[in-house]
């Protein structure tokens, strides 16, 4: 049973993926890091020696605190978040016990981390459907903090270029479609995120995205409502942030309601 500073991974993994995931901040020194070089969805490296530095924008957020063990630098780095009014609670066990159960784990490597704050990302303006569902997939699971920008097709590349930034859903790119895949897919497999949740939202979005809503019923929905949302805002940032919810929805459906239907009427007898 953890103790009332701590939070098991089965509990930070029911989290992870939805708007109340708390910030995430792994203090493992570097060796340690080196020697298993994964991070746990949307974690943050940070010294621990220097945990009185961490920018919380949010004073309300909970933060979760994470070392190779769950050991002396992960309670000791949330004991002093804590002198400072923040909510700190350290990893049960810490990377060693979310590995073990099998959990989720991002390859520090596939990461295009651009500096110590957050990613920048960069493609075609006036998105439908990957171009929302990648850049909820990257604030809900690799960084909370990603930034995205929305371009002409033709300035795609060049805006990366000087911009240091990173093209995705743009042919002849890294994070693009492939064969029959889209860029929603592509950012499964190389932030290596694999869930049956996760795999059944990349079917809905692959059908409709590549119009084959043959693989799912939900695709019809996604794009209607997708088109609904593109009819509805200019900006494309505000789109991006509105359409989120469609993504938050669909994998709380994929996680826990497949199951569920809707009848009417409601009070029939039971037979």
């Known amino acids: 049973m953890p103790s009332p500073t701590e939070i098991t991974p089965s509990q930070l993994s029911r989290l992870i993926g939805t708007p109340a995931c708390p910030k995430i901040i792994d203090v493992s020194i570097d060796a340690d890091f080196s020697d298993d070089p994964f991070l746990i969805p949307t974690a943050i490296r940070h010294p621990f020696d220097q945990i009185e530095t961490l920018s919380i924008n949010d004073p309300n957020q909970t933060v979760i605190v994470i070392c190779q063990k769950g050991l002396k630098l992960s309670q000791g780095a949330a004991a002093i978040l804590r002198t400072m009014g923040i909510n700190a609670l350290n990893l049960q066990g810490g990377n060693y016990a979310w590995r073990d159960a099998g959990l989720m784990r991002i390859p520090n490597d596939a990461i295009p981390w651009k500096n ?69 897919d592509t950012m499964l497999e190389k932030f290596a995120l694999k869930s049956d949740p996760l795999q059944k939202l990349a079917t809905i979005v692959r059908g409709t995205d590549t119009n084959k809503h043959n693989l ?56």
């Open 116 to 184: 110590t704050k957050n990613t920048l990302w960069v493609t075609r303006h006036r998105p439908k459907i990957d171009r929302i569902a990648c850049p909820w997939l990257i604030r809900r699971f690799v960084d909370p903090n990603a930034r995205f920008m929305y371009v002409s097709p033709t300035q795609v590349l060049p805006v990366a270029e000087k911009f240091n930034a990173t093209p995705f859903d743009v042919e002849n790119t890294a994070w693009s479609h492939n064969d029959d895949k889209c860029t929603f």
């Open 216 to 271: 799912a019923p939900e695709c019809a929905g996604l794009l209607a409502a997708s088109v609904g949302l593109s009819r509805m805002y200019k900006d494309d940032l505000q789109q991006m942030e509105a359409g989120f919810m469609l993504y938050d929805a669909l994998f709380r459906w994929a996680r826990d309601g497949q199951n569920e239907t809707h009848e009417w009427p409601t009070n029939k007898a039971e037979k």
